[in-house]
């Protein structure tokens, strides 16, 4: 059932040891770690499926894990979680309605557009991940209008959205300025790497003392503004906006780093002759930079998406999750109720997070990665 | 601004300036935290607390009685996480790059068939003994029995397995475990290490990080090795070089670059990792991040614990960041191209 390597190789001192050895060879490097992955995906995860679905109790003499089905998905969605977990819906607000609209739009028209191309098994994922993006656009508009108040779905899907969008940009930008050749690049690139390399919990703290509107650095712009005391972490926004700064600031060195080297690595003579033939900048960047990024810029933004799903430390430390519940991410949401021992609750949570980045992940490989890599 | 870029020497005046204030501003925008960082450190309490104070001996007078508490009052209690965060973080990545690249190399070396059903198969006798440990059958008669089932099972039916898979699925599998919330694996990591005695060890931080950290070290190292040739290899394979040899005095040492920024990226996510270490440890074994974390005590945040703690904590890997800055650009973008 192995394959041997392809090229036949005799030891220099071959006893049946060093044979069995070399005979056994790939399946000796592969083995550990993919026993280690193994491990630990498989296990957790059946396990987590059977916590999904059972309750804690406590029982005579210590706590018993009664089995309950689906109840903690449906306590999420439909039952006494749904405040927190999915948000208060509201009726929406003009600009919704023009949204949701325009998003039902565009999937309609995108979905019409495949069928012409795809058939059978591709178009039925491609309807689903329509209509599942319709009924997210849909919660997005009914809990972001005026009396509605997102739950830790709507916020982390936002932050997933909002922060990797800017790291993106930003890091975009700094990298097409650090290619230049220009004296004290060095200095730059190193500097810009630094906050990558900071805990995220630091972070968050470092963050807390900087948006402190009374006690911190930015005081005098505050009382410029007329805002001494507004505090940031008591408004939602303000708690989120924060929340996504820390964010955004720790990982734009990320993007940073890896678009500059793409960029370093790129070769310089097709930008030469198009700025011999008289094409602005900006055509060079969209006709021949860009497009030889872009399979790099695909691969960050697949990673950082799947990583951004996952954010925890910040909010915690920002802010605990508030005001209220504002602040909370699913994995921080997830981590609450744990502490509140409801463990079929949390592992529930869990999976439900596990299969919006699954999905999220393989549409995005499928829909947009595959054709990034293969245009290059 | 950032139009100008693909225009080639000489960079017009205007905007070489234009460059160099959205430099400089970001260069404020990443300084300026960790100025303040520094700061804070050096500050008494009354200091915070009567406003912004910018410029130590104009604005305050610095003090080290921060650093003195933290490294005197509390030796213990600080080098301690410190010594736990140096030794987990270490290990686990040492390990984590040498398993990982064994794997990464035989990934991208040797063809592997395994059948779908035997894999399956394993799978299922896992989640037998999974759920006989949930049903408080001891480990050891759990373990004994899924996989004497599991062989049983692999003898009667092992002719009928026909589907196999490639490499391609293998890798796309391990990379794959990145997208698994570490919150999905935590609470199932936790009884199984309690089940084993093992909570508020270095031991189990060490096992959690070496498993979240292999698939990246399996996905950047696989392209990393794929990008040699493989000719040199065969030469000495034909000189009866054994694999091992050849792995290990043919095909690291050109990998040296790779090796290092894959090390370094992994150990940056073990050194700052919170949200296992939050839930396996609590006091032995409890890494900075949780100390840190800790200083926000009952009266209130002790930011200038925190700014010495923070500021220990980083110094290391901006250390490490800073001198091998080059490498890490160069292997991350081995892995992003072809991802």
């Known amino acids: 059932m192995l394959g041997a390597g392809r090229v036949r190789v005799r030891d220099a001192a071959p006893g049946w040891l060093g044979a069995w050895l070399e005979r056994a060879s790939p399946w000796i490097f592969l083995a550990p770690g993919a026993a280690i992955v193994l491990l630990f995906?498989?296990?957790?995860?059946?396990?987590?499926?059977?916590?999904?679905?059972?309750?804690?109790?406590?029982?005579?003499?210590?706590?018993?894990?009664?089995?309950?089905?689906?109840?903690?998905?449906?306590?999420?969605?439909?039952?006494?979680?749904?405040?927190e977990f999915v948000g208060v819906l509201a009726g929406p607000s003009p600009a919704g309605w023009a949204a949701w609209g325009l998003a039902a739009a565009g999937l309609g028209w995108w979905l019409a557009r495949s069928a012409r191309t795809v058939s059978g098994r591709g178009l039925l994922a491609r309807a689903a991940l329509a209509a599942v993006s319709a009924a997210g656009v849909w919660l997005a508009v009914r809990t972001l209008a005026p009396h509605g108040r997102p739950g830790s779905l709507v916020v982390t899907l936002i932050y997933v959205a909002v922060g990797v969008g800017a790291e993106y940009v930003l890091g975009l930008g700094l990298a097409l300025?650090?290619?230049?050749?220009?004296?004290?690049?060095?200095?730059?690139?190193?500097?810009?790497?630094?906050?990558?390399?900071?805990?995220?919990?630091?972070?968050?703290?470092?963050?807390?003392?900087?948006t402190d509107t009374s006690k911190g650095p930015f005081y005098p712009l505050w009382k410029a503004l007329g805002l001494v005391n507004f505090s940031w972490v008591n408004d939602p926004w303000g708690a989120r906006a924060a929340v996504l700064v820390g964010d955004i600031w720790q990982w734009t060195p990320f993007m940073f780093i890896v678009l500059l080297a793409?960029?370093?690595?790129?070769?310089?003579?097709?930008?030469?002759?198009a700025v011999a033939d008289g094409a602005s900048a900006w055509q060079v960047f969209r006709h021949i930079t860009f497009p030889a990024i872009l399979p790099v810029s695909s691969t960050l933004v697949l990673i950082?998406?799947?990583?951004?799903?996952?954010?925890?430390?910040?909010?915690?430390?920002?802010?605990?999750g508030g005001p209220g519940t504002a602040t909370e991410s699913l994995t921080?949401?997830?981590?609450?109720?744990?502490?509140?021992?409801?463990i079929g609750g949390s592992a529930a949570i869990a999976y439900l997070l596990l299969l919006i980045v699954t999905v999220a992940a393989v549409s995005y490989v499928h829909l947009v990665h595959r054709r990034a890599v293969g245009a290059a | 601004m950032t139009r100008r870029h693909a225009r080639p020497r000489p960079i017009p005046a205007a905007a070489r300036v234009a460059t160099y204030l959205a430099l400089g501003t970001w260069t404020f925008v990443v300084l300026f935290p960790l100025y303040w960082l520094a700061v804070t450190s050096l500050k008494n309490p009354i200091d915070v607390f009567s406003g912004p104070l910018y410029v130590p001996f104009v604005d305050f007078r610095p003090t080290l009685s921060a650093w003195r508490y933290i490294f005197v009052d509390l030796r213990n209690d600080t080098l301690r996480p410190y010594a736990n965060t140096v030794i987990v973080a270490t290990v686990s990545s040492v390990i984590a790059l040498v398993a990982g690249s064994a794997a990464a190399y035989g990934l991208a070396r040797f063809p592997y068939r395994p059948r779908v059903g035997a894999i399956l198969l394993f799978?299922?006798?896992?989640?037998?003994?999974?759920?006989?440990?949930?049903?408080?059958?001891?480990?050891?008669?759990?373990?004994?029995?899924?996989?004497?089932?599991g062989a049983g099972a692999w003898r009667a039916a092992r002719a009928r397995f026909r589907r196999a898979a490639s490499n391609e699925d293998i890798a796309f599998w391990m990379i794959s475990q990145r997208i698994l919330p570490p919150v999905a694996v935590v609470i199932p990591v936790y009884v199984l290490f309690q089940r084993l005695h093992l909570l508020d060890t270095r031991t189990a931080l060490v096992i959690t990080y070496v498993a979240s950290n292999l698939p990246i070290v399996v996905w950047l190292m696989r392209d990393y090795f794929r990008s040699l040739p493989v000719e040199l290899e065969e030469c000495a394979a034909v000189d009866g070089a054994s694999r091992y040899r050849i792995f290990w005095s043919i095909v690291l040492p050109p990998s040296a670059p790779g090796l290092v920024a894959t090390f370094l990226f992994v150990l940056v996510f073990a050194w700052n990792e919170y949200l296992f270490a939050l839930f396996l440890t609590s006091a032995r074994a409890q890494t900075l991040p949780?100390?840190?974390?800790?200083?926000?005590?009952?009266r209130g945040p002790q930011w200038w614990y925190m700014s010495v703690l923070i500021l220990i904590m980083i110094v290391p890997v901006i250390a490490m960041a800073v001198a091998l800055e080059r490498y890490m650009a160069r292997g991350l973008l081995v892995g992003a191209v072809k991802g």
């Open chain 1, 304 to 320: 950082r998406m799947i990583e951004a799903f996952k954010i925890v430390d910040l909010p915690n430390v920002l802010t605990s």
């Open chain 1, 262 to 273: 793409a960029l370093e690595s790129q070769s310089t003579e097709p930008v030469e002759a």
């Open chain 1, 41 to 83: 995906s498989l296990f957790p995860l059946v396990l987590s499926l059977y916590f999904s679905l059972v309750r804690l109790e406590f029982a005579p003499g210590g706590f018993r894990l009664a089995f309950v089905g689906l109840d903690n998905y449906a306590k999420l969605i439909v039952g006494v979680d749904r405040e």
């Open chain 2, 290 to 298: 949780l100390t840190i974390a800790a200083q926000n005590a009952t």
């Open chain 1, 332 to 342: 921080l949401h997830a981590y609450v109720i744990w502490r509140a021992l409801d």
């Open chain 2, 123 to 149: 799978a299922g006798s896992l989640a037998v003994a999974v759920v006989a440990l949930s049903l408080n059958v001891p480990w050891p008669a759990a373990a004994l029995g899924a996989a004497a089932l």
């Open chain 1, 177 to 210: 300025l650090c290619a230049q050749r220009i004296p004290g690049r060095r200095f730059f690139r190193v500097v810009f790497l630094l906050p990558m390399m900071i805990t995220p919990v630091g972070v968050a703290y470092l963050f807390r003392m900087l």
